[in-house]
């Protein structure tokens, strides 16, 4: 799984691990601090939180341009820095009693240098990742490639909503969780800075403008290229509207309908370090399977045993102390909080634990010459979104609608059901499973799409075009908040996510041809 790639792939991955570690922690929280300090409605606070991710996933297609005339490695490391300044001055009532204007000013100002230093960021950092497999060497491994880095940014991403809860905990302020985000990107610039030997030959700058590389490409094929990319991004923007809820009306259902508290074997998925053994044994397991020589299937079965011993001691409450031989058992039932915000924890867990399936699957599908194509992975990922909805739909059925719910008091936490009517969290969790399953189809498939069907001298703003389509999607994740207090029975509103869904899978199935013919 980790043959056979570029070793600049590591260095950017880790880079971008550090930054989104950042943006996530600061995500989990976002829409839970603009209700609580302000007191905004569903319909204010989703079109705030939809518009800055749409402003963040918008701003990489002008950081795409910028990168094709100016370099690619200037605007990261430009990205890094603005991104910088803004969860600065975003975590500043935390830092210091002096507040610039009102807090209400220096939020939206954090958040627009959040979202322009993602712009040079994010997107330029990919099409050097890209680039790295553009060597004949490489070609075969893009996607695999792509699936890895795609993992790298999920484990930062796994943390973040445990260290957003930790910092809320301990400082009393949702600024404190926001200041997180600015040790990450000290380390993300450090790692990115220190292993830069190992990808500058992929930072081609302008170059790339005129390096059409080993494949010549005619007028009529750039414009189908480019048409076939157009095609595939306008059926990302619903995709995205769906997961992104994840932040929005999802985390506002684990706050208000979901039971806070939990116990016996659902508590596991609550303590990140339970995740993280599961993690460790998962990949020990597959390394054990894939190992050449005994020895390293020996460390792999003790890595193994060492990681579910782990997840065993921190699950049953024991306390350990090594010197003494003393073993103390707490019971398993106690009971664990799930705070709202820790529910995100779960999407990136799923995608680190099934990054290697997925990439074992179509690796075997490869070698019998029956992998699929990328467009008709990006389509059954929509029909699995679909599915993941249709799980919160049932869950739903004979709940209130939002509208019935006491309203949210600026500066006082939302009550939500009465903890009798609640749900377990495990129709969250599942829904969470199965999105995981729809987005390791789309997302990093249609990241590795782009970097291989763009023409070489738009590779920046291809690129940039799919963030842009995410930034719509992203947006769009407003509509769903702006219908959550309508008086909408609750399972209807997951209705209209899943029929998007289900239209979208319908059209690029219903165009799969022309995409295929566009890649030849």
């Known amino acids: 799984m980790f043959k056979n790639h570029p070793k600049g792939l590591y260095a950017l991955a880790l880079a971008n691990t550090g930054e989104r570690f950042g943006y996530y922690t600061m995500l989990a929280i976002?829409?839970?601090?603009?209700?609580?300090?302000?007191?905004?409605?569903?319909?204010?606070?989703?079109?705030?939180?939809?518009?800055?991710?749409?402003?963040?996933?918008?701003?990489?297609?002008?950081?795409?341009?910028?990168?094709?005339?100016?370099?690619?490695?200037?605007?990261?490391?430009?990205?890094?820095?603005?991104?910088?300044?803004?969860?600065?001055?975003?975590?500043?009532?935390?830092?210091?009693?002096?507040?610039?204007?009102?807090?209400?000013?220096?939020?939206?100002?954090?958040?627009?240098?959040?979202?322009?230093?993602?712009?040079?960021?994010?997107?330029?950092?990919?099409?050097?990742?890209?680039?790295?497999?553009?060597?004949?060497?490489?070609?075969?491994?893009?996607?695999?490639?792509?699936?890895?880095?795609?993992?790298?940014?999920?484990?930062?991403?796994?943390?973040?909503?445990?260290?957003?809860?930790?910092?809320?905990?301990?400082?009393?302020?949702?600024?404190?969780?926001?200041?997180?985000?600015?040790?990450?990107?000290?380390?993300?610039?450090?790692?990115?800075?220190?292993?830069?030997?190992?990808?500058?030959?992929?930072?081609?700058?302008?170059?790339?403008?005129?390096?059409?590389?080993?494949?010549?490409?005619?007028?009529?094929?750039?414009?189908?290229?480019?048409?076939?990319?157009?095609?595939?991004?306008?059926?990302?923007?619903?995709?995205?509207?769906?997961?992104?809820?994840?932040?929005?009306?999802?985390?506002?259902?684990?706050?208000?309908?979901?039971?806070?508290?939990?116990?016996?074997?659902?508590?596991?998925?609550?303590?990140?370090?339970?995740?993280?053994?599961?993690?460790?044994?998962?990949?020990?397991?597959?390394?054990?399977?894939?190992?050449?020589?005994?020895?390293?299937?020996?460390?792999?079965?003790?890595?193994?045993?060492?990681?579910?011993?782990?997840?065993?001691?921190?699950y049953k409450g024991i306390s350990v102390n090594i010197f003494g031989w003393l073993l103390q058992y707490s019971g398993q039932d106690a009971e664990v909080t799930a705070s709202p915000e820790l529910f995100q924890q779960f999407n990136p867990f799923f995608v680190v634990c099934l990054t290697p399936v997925s990439m074992a699957i179509f690796a075997a599908l490869a070698r019998r010459k029956k992998e699929p194509s990328t467009p008709f992975k990006i389509g059954l990922g929509m029909l699995v979104a679909a599915v993941g909805f249709m799980v919160l739909a049932f869950a739903s059925f004979g709940l209130a609608s939002p509208a019935d719910l006491p309203p949210v008091e600026a500066g006082q936490e939302p009550i939500g059901l009465d903890a009798a009517s609640r749900v377990s969290t495990n129709w969250l969790i599942s829904t969470y499973l199965i999105l995981t399953f729809g987005e390791l189809l789309l997302s990093p498939m249609g990241i590795s799409f782009v970097s291989k069907v763009a023409p070489p001298k738009y590779k920046g703003m291809m690129m940039g075009c799919w963030f842009a389509a995410t930034a719509i999607g992203n947006y769009l994740v407003s509509v769903i908040a702006g219908i959550w207090e309508t008086g909408m029975p609750l399972w209807s509103i997951w209705t209209v996510l899943i029929t998007l869904c289900l239209i979208s899978a319908v059209f690029i199935f219903s165009i799969l041809k022309r995409l295929n013919k566009a890649t030849e």
Request: charged fraction near 10%; aromatic fraction near 16%.
């Open 30 to 314: 976002f829409m839970l601090y603009l209700q609580a300090k302000f007191g905004f409605s569903a319909l204010v606070a989703g079109q705030i939180y939809g518009g800055f991710l749409a402003a963040v996933y918008f701003m990489p297609l002008i950081g795409g341009f910028l990168a094709d005339k100016f370099g690619f490695g200037k605007m990261i490391t430009g990205g890094i820095v603005v991104m910088f300044l803004g969860y600065l001055l975003l975590s500043l009532p935390f830092l210091t009693p002096i507040v610039l204007a009102t807090e209400k000013f220096t939020m939206f100002a954090a958040l627009a240098l959040i979202a322009i230093g993602t712009g040079l960021f994010k997107g330029n950092l990919q099409v050097l990742v890209g680039n790295l497999y553009d060597a004949p060497e490489y070609q075969r491994q893009r996607d695999n490639g792509f699936s890895l880095f795609y993992m790298a940014i999920n484990i930062g991403a796994m943390f973040a909503p445990y260290a957003a809860n930790r910092m809320v905990a301990h400082f009393g302020t949702y600024n404190a969780g926001f200041a997180v985000a600015c040790v990450s990107l000290v380390v993300s610039i450090g790692i990115y800075l220190a292993f830069r030997p190992w990808y500058r030959h992929a930072d081609m700058g302008k170059k790339a403008v005129v390096d059409t590389s080993s494949v010549q490409l005619t007028a009529e094929q750039i414009k189908s290229r480019i048409i076939a990319l157009l095609l595939v991004f306008a059926v990302v923007i619903f995709f995205w509207m769906s997961f992104h809820q994840n932040g929005a009306t999802m985390t506002l259902f684990a706050r208000d309908y979901t039971t806070h508290s939990v116990f016996g074997l659902d508590r596991i998925g609550f303590n990140i370090w339970n995740l993280v053994a599961i993690v460790i044994a998962v990949y020990a397991l597959f390394s054990m399977f894939q190992s050449e020589k005994i020895r390293g299937k020996i460390i792999s079965v003790v890595v193994f045993i060492v990681a579910v011993g782990g997840l065993i001691i921190n």
